[in-house]
């Protein structure tokens, strides 16, 4: 028969395995440490796997001094005025983040996260004062 102070022990280890399992996690803006082609390569890939369609035109500095890329589709007809809203243009976001020590593609659109594994990612400073 377990006895009253097992009970104890058990509920005291429940308590903190749980409590240590909904810490929250910290995410922190980051940039790409470096680029090349196989870079934009693994990012143009982690596009069309959390958004899907077709692999974007990325910029060769893309994520290397802001952590947001928005990506424009679509065109602007004839007569309309882009500034005033007066478009077909659709944009889509995504946000570089470092989640755990590991590089992560955000996209907020579907709170979506991919790690991009062989990416070096430096944490973006911030600008608040």
């Known amino acids: 028969m ?7 022990l058990l509920g005291c280890i429940f308590t903190l395995v749980g409590c240590k399992h909904s810490q929250p996690t910290m995410t922190y803006k980051a940039h790409l440490a470096n680029t090349s082609p196989a870079v934009k ?7 069309v796997q959390l958004k899907g369609g077709v692999a ?15 990506l424009e589709q679509g065109m602007n007809q004839h007569g309309y005025e882009p500034i005033l809203g007066q478009h077909d243009i659709s944009v889509t976001r995504f946000e570089l ?6 590089c992560v593609l955000y996209y907020p659109k579907k709170d979506k996260y991919l790690n991009l594994t ?4 430096n944490v973006q400073p911030s600008t608040e004062k």
């Open 2 to 8: 377990i006895s009253r102070a097992s009970y104890l």
């Open 97 to 102: 983040l470092m989640k755990d020590g590991l």
């Open 118 to 121: 062989d990416l070096q990612c």
């Open 56 to 70: 974007p035109q990325l910029a060769d500095n893309v994520f290397m001094r802001s952590s947001t890329l928005i």
């Open 41 to 47: 390569k693994q990012l143009q890939d982690a596009i």
